[in-house]
């Protein structure tokens, strides 16, 4: 069975949230461009001044993803 990963993109301040949601708009477009597979593409909130924009993909598409888009960091999904 093929591990999921999730590449994390953090965005801290007043603007992360909006900035965050933004970041995933390009996440989709990339993904679409490569004909890339991917679970999910979203956004979390981590505290008023942290958001997070991410992509959950397969371990083998993993790194396309990170030498092309270089997440701030990863973990298992």
Do not use: Q
Request: aromatic fraction near 10%.
């Amino acid at each position: 069975m093929n591990r999921r990963i999730k590449l994390i993109w953090d965005f801290r301040g007043e603007d992360g949230l909006e900035i965050a949601k933004h970041h995933c708009v390009h996440l989709k477009e990339f993904a679409a461009a490569e004909n890339l597979a991917f679970h999910e593409i979203n956004i979390e909130t981590i505290n008023e001044f942290h958001s997070i924009a991410f992509v959950t993909v397969d371990e083998l598409d993993m790194k396309i993803y990170r030498d092309a888009l270089k997440p701030h960091r990863g973990e298992l999904g």
